[in-house]
C-alpha cells in the first residue's frame, strides 16, 4: 500500500496487511507519518517536556462508585 505523509508528502510503501495499513483503509480519519517526521517531533516535544514550560492538558479521571 502506498502511503503519503500527512507533512513532508513523501510516498511511502507499507505493507498491505499490516494493522496501521488496515486503519486507514477502514477508518479515514486515521493518518500516516513517516519515520523521519515522527522522530522530529518526538524530539522537539521532549525538548519541550524537559523545559517545564509543557502542559498536557487531559480530563481527569473520574472515580466510579458503586451504589
Do not use: W
Not at 510503501?13 to 483503509?25: E, G, V, Y
Not at 513517516?34 to 514550560?53: F, M, P
Amino acid at each position: 500500500m502506498r502511503v503519503k505523509c500527512v507533512l513532508c508528502d513523501s510516498v511511502e510503501k507499507i505493507d498491505s496487511n499490516c494493522l496501521q495499513a488496515k486503519r486507514m483503509r477502514n477508518r479515514r480519519i486515521h493518518t500516516f507519518m513517516c519515520s523521519t517526521c515522527h522522530d522530529r517531533i518526538e524530539e522537539k516535544t521532549n525538548a519541550r517536556k524537559s523545559t517545564g514550560n509543557f502542559k498536557l492538558y487531559r480530563e481527569p479521571v473520574r472515580e466510579q462508585h458503586l451504589s
